[in-house]
């Protein structure tokens, strides 16, 4: 641990020395706790982060419209697409994936930091229940899922195969993320494949360059983004676990999308037949001001422009088919080789963009009382997971369909959009869908036949309530001959159980 005198030094050399102006008040137990945290600090990356916060601070609120005339769409040929494939098309990439699952080439790596502050919760978003007849919890039913993907590939290929599971979590999540997954046995996968690690922490910084102290001994700090991901892969060696596990291709996502398809083998074969190093699922953007970014190419490179980096008149322009020219919304939902995350985390990493989040972040004044602001005071910079794709060698969009893939959770019940109500809504009309498609009939509490609806909206229920445990069905595979011709009651939970009562009551 740093010396007082070598703290001091650290942070004169920054410009940040007011970090130490409580120095006298403290206990020894709250010194060394701040002394930690400054030791973690290097001086020339503080200097510069907090001279490129205050600068991207001052410019935030300038409008760039320039983007707009730099912008293209991306080109066919590097767009898979499910809705424009057929049968045949899917199960070849379908079966090149599960061929990698089967090698033990492909990893998922899940980024978890953020905490469930916007959903009203103190714990993080995975550990959310968003309602659903069995109780599960995201992480519970990601866990089931990558369980039968690994099923579906033994099966197949007559082998056992491991899809090891990687976490990045944050400082707030670490801790209660663990804990979580030891109390529940790791939903049945064996723990030493999933491996969870730590994001940086970076300072926030107020509109005059300095550091802000939340306590008399503490610096705040926030996670530096999803795209904090590529120092963290240094920082803690995972690239070498993926080496030393074999893993040659990685399926990143976010925690909160309900519908995710973990470690998908038709996205995995689709970019592994077509040679990309990069890939990124997309679905079409359901108006043009949808709150998603756009995946497009700018100046020749890839990468995700903000809905709010586009004019409204660039947002409505149209293809020749009448669709919307830039609909490639970007759902968090990338394929990456080990290989391209290497060169990124080795040659590109200090290349990528600070994004700036002017935030309202409590600190403590010249006399060390708390201060919780009414307007924005701070600066934390972020960096995103999706800024990589500018470095791509060959980079390819997947289309998929928003209703079968993309359902995310960010806020709590009441708001119009991605709450827990519309996730298990989403969730539930795919499972209505998928026991319809496999012969299923629905019955109500009268023992009444429920007339079919094939189609449903967020806004409301399916006609029956049906949830399919990931660990009877993947994706809507074999369920046929678990439910063609029966009779099924709502509310109807088909976990292993009542999966095993089906088939001996044929």
């Not at 409505?316 to 919304?329: I, N």
């Not at 060390?368 to 602001?373: A, D, I």
């Amino acid at each position: 641990m740093l010396s007082f005198e070598e703290a001091k030094a650290r942070l004169e050399t920054a410009g940040q020395s007011h970090v130490l102006q409580f120095w006298a008040e403290l206990s020894a137990e709250e010194s060394n706790a701040l002394l930690e945290e400054i030791s973690q600090l290097k001086p020339e990356e503080l200097l510069e982060h907090c001279r490129a916060a205050a600068e991207a601070g001052s410019r935030h609120s300038s409008a760039d419209g320039r983007l707009d005339a730099r912008m293209e769409p991306v080109p066919p040929e590097f767009i898979g697409s499910v809705r424009k494939s057929d049968k045949e098309t899917l199960q070849m990439w379908g079966d090149e994936g599960l061929l990698q699952i089967s090698q033990d080439k492909v990893a998922v790596l899940l980024l978890a930091g953020g905490q469930g502050t916007r959903l009203g919760v103190p714990y993080p978003k995975g550990m959310y229940n968003v309602g659903l007849p069995s109780g599960k919890t995201l992480y519970q039913i990601q866990s089931e899922r990558i369980q039968k993907v690994q099923e579906l590939a033994n099966v197949k290929h007559g082998c056992r195969c491991t899809v090891p599971w990687y976490i990045m979590t944050s400082e707030f999540t670490l801790e209660p993320t663990e804990k979580f997954f030891k109390d529940h046995q790791y939903f049945g996968l064996c723990p030493s494949n999933v491996v969870m690690f730590e994001q940086r922490m970076i300072p926030a910084v107020g509109f005059d360059g300095k550091i802000i102290l939340e306590k008399k001994n503490k610096i705040a700090m926030a996670p530096d983004g999803n795209g904090g991901l590529y120092h963290a892969l240094v920082d803690n060696k995972i690239l070498e676990d993926m080496e030393r596990r074999g893993v040659e291709y990685l399926h990143v996502y976010c925690v909160d999308n309900i519908l995710v398809k973990m470690a998908d083998p038709v996205f995995i074969g689709f970019c592994v037949s077509k040679g990309a190093d990069c890939g990124a699922k997309v679905v079409d953007k359901a108006y043009p001001a949808e709150p998603v970014g756009v995946v497009c190419r700018v100046d020749g490179l890839y990468q995700v422009i903000e809905y709010s980096e586009i004019q409204p008149e660039t947002a409505e322009l149209k293809g020749p088919g009448g669709e919307l020219l830039f609909r490639a919304g970007n759902i968090c939902n990338h394929f990456f080789t080990r290989g391209f995350l290497k060169d990124v985390a080795d040659k590109f990493e200090s290349q990528l963009k600070q994004h700036v989040a002017i935030k309202k972040v409590p600190f403590v004044d010249g006399e060390g009382k708390l201060v919780k602001p009414t307007k924005p005071n701070g600066i934390k910079m972020e960096k995103f997971v999706f800024d990589v794709f500018q470095f791509s060698k060959k980079f390819v969009a997947f289309e998929v369909l928003r209703e079968e893939e993309f359902s995310p959770l960010k806020n709590a019940d009441g708001a119009p959009l991605d709450t827990p109500t519309t996730a298990r809504r989403s969730l539930l009309a795919q499972h209505y869908r998928w026991a319809l498609a496999a012969g299923g009939n629905f019955l109500d509490e009268q023992d009444k036949p429920i007339p079919p609806k094939h189609s449903t909206t967020q806004n409301e229920d399916p006609p029956a309530i049906c949830e399919i445990s990931p660990l009877v069905s993947y994706f809507g595979e074999g369920l046929e001959k678990l439910l063609k011709q029966k009779n099924l009651k709502s509310p109807f939970l088909l976990d292993e159980n009542e999966a095993k009562n089906l088939v001996q009551t044929k």
